[in-house]
């Protein structure tokens, strides 16, 4: 790696990245300086972003900086001065697609050498994952990771002024920075950050790596955000972290998730979401806030990963399937026509059909609404990369297919109580191909297909005409 040293390039360490302090977070605000504020004038800038939901926010704001040093957006890739692919590491699968957009982008670069390509997120975070870009795809001339977001237009301007590559990424506990420049996707749904990082380290999980240390934002930050998309006209907030049960519990302050939610639910935005939920904290008086405010939407994420008590152990999940269950009895009794949705990852080393067929069993007894499903694939630097007992890959698929058949089945089954309901649509929009259907989400977050007149960000009521496994269709009733 020396060489790479020696042209002041600072490349990300995966046992840097796993180190966690009790150190005080560093929190700024974020600042410009004035001779960066032109540097993109008369250029065009196009994002492409892979991963989570924390990922496209992260674009929102890579968008947010390029416009105010004077790029502007493109969707046509010939004439893209900039290309950056904003990427995830959670699965291989991931990555592999990151690669092959690399490929086709070499083609835009012959034709305009002077073309940033550029390399963030999380795969920015892993060291072998840099070392082959640099090694093999010498195309890229910028890479930086997710703790230095915000010095994107000085990264640019070494680019530009030295005549050179910018390579910096920090596998750091990262710091919170405030009002760094944001250009949001969508006018009427929002994604409001309200902690970054992550402590739990499943086994299997890159994004403690990636992402760093648990650090929340403080409450008025997050509530000032809201307010302000609330006077923009915005009609729902998903409040967004890894983890957002743990939320404050590393700020020395006296509150938490619950009065986050409360703060969140008296301003006046009309839909309320939130994802992650860990199964680990979540407490009895985030259920009661939940239940006493009607705009919190009535819809929770709760991953499971595996339903077998052996595996959650190895996987660091901190739960048992009794305790599990224990929770989800609570929330279904006192929240009970909520939708539920959950994660589940198969083939993780060592699972037994047993194992298996135990998280089968959860899945007929929590009857999810949906539920995300993966197989297990191995990240370098977590504990789980060097397992053994790997599953061979035909018994993977199957296992897969299986698990995918169950949630589909309960997937229909809770589908169909909505037939010929009247329900409340927040409109995304008409859809491509026909002008006169319009899709959008109900308050349990099912994708409704509908037939209507309405507008972007309007809340319509739609009537269900047929109900499909993962979405409804329905014409509009007022
Ligand atoms: N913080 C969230 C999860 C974020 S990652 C939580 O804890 O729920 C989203 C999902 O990707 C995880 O819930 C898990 O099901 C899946 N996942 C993460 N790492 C994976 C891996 N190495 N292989 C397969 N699936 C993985
Ligand atoms: Fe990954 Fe676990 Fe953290 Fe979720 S809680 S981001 S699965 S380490
Ligand atoms: Fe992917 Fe990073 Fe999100 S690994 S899922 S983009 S936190």
């Known amino acids: 790696m020396l060489k790479y040293i020696e042209m002041d390039y600072k490349l990300p360490d995966l046992t840097c990245a796993r180190k966690r302090t009790r150190e005080d977070v560093n929190r700024r605000v974020f600042n410009i300086e004035e001779k960066l504020l032109s ?49 995830c590491a959670i ?57 230095n977001i915000n010095d994107l237009p000085r990264l640019i301007s070494n680019i530009y002024e030295e005549n050179r590559k910018s390579i910096e990424v920090y596998s750091i506990e990262g710091e919170v920075i405030e009002d760094i420049p944001s250009v949001r996707t969508s006018s009427h749904k929002a994604s409001v950050n309200i902690m970054y990082g992550c402590n739990k380290f499943c086994a299997y999980c890159i994004v403690p790596y990636t992402r760093g240390k648990e650090r929340s934002r403080l409450l008025e930050d997050v509530v000032k955000e809201v307010e302000e998309l609330v006077n923009n006209g915005y009609k729902e907030v998903t409040l967004l972290g890894q983890n957002v049960n743990a939320y404050g519990k590393d700020l020395d302050a006296d509150y938490d998730f619950s009065d986050l939610l409360e703060a969140v639910a008296k301003t006046n935005i009309k839909r309320i979401r939130f994802m992650t939920s860990h199964p680990w904290d979540f407490n009895d008086k985030m259920i009661e806030v939940i239940k006493n405010n009607s705009n919190i939407m009535p819809y929770i994420h709760l991953p499971l990963q595996s339903g077998s008590d052996n595996v959650l152990k190895v996987m660091n999940r901190r739960y048992t399937s009794q305790t599990y269950k224990e929770l989800f009895d609570k929330l279904k009794t006192n929240l009970p026509n909520f939708a539920f949705t959950t994660d589940i990852i198969v083939a993780f080393p060592g699972e037994s059909e047993e194992d298996f067929n135990k998280t089968l069993e959860m899945v007929d007894y929590c009857k999810y609404d949906n539920a995300f499903t993966f197989i297990f694939s191995p990240r370098e630097g977590t504990p789980a990369y060097n397992m053994e007992n790997l599953i061979p890959q035909e018994e993977k698929n199957r296992r897969l297919s299986v698990l995918n058949e169950k949630v589909s089945y309960y997937a229909n089954l809770n589908n169909k109580k909505y037939q010929d309901k009247i329900v409340e649509v927040l409109v995304d929009g008409p859809s491509k191909k026909n002008p006169n259907i319009y899709s959008g989400y109900i308050p349990e977050g099912k994708l409704v297909n509908f037939k209507g007149k309405c507008n972007v960000g309007d809340i319509v009521k739609v009537k269900i005409t047929e109900a499909l496994s993962f979405s409804l269709n329905g014409e509009q009733v007022e």
């Open 91 to 147: 699965r291989e699968g991931a990555e592999d697609k990151v690669f092959g957009e690399l490929g086709a982008l070499k083609r835009y670069k012959t034709l305009n050498p002077n073309m940033i390509i550029g390399i963030c997120g999380c795969m920015a975070q892993e060291e072998r994952t840099v070392k082959t870009i640099l090694d093999k795809y010498k195309q890229v001339n910028l890479i930086f990771g997710t703790h």
């Open 39 to 87: 540097i993109g004038k008369d250029k065009y800038y196009l994002i492409k972003t892979h991963g989570c939901q924390a990922n496209e926010r992260d674009s929102e704001n890579i968008a947010g900086l390029l416009e105010k040093i004077g790029y502007t957006k493109t969707l046509d890739e010939s004439k893209a001065d900039i290309v950056i692919i904003n990427t």
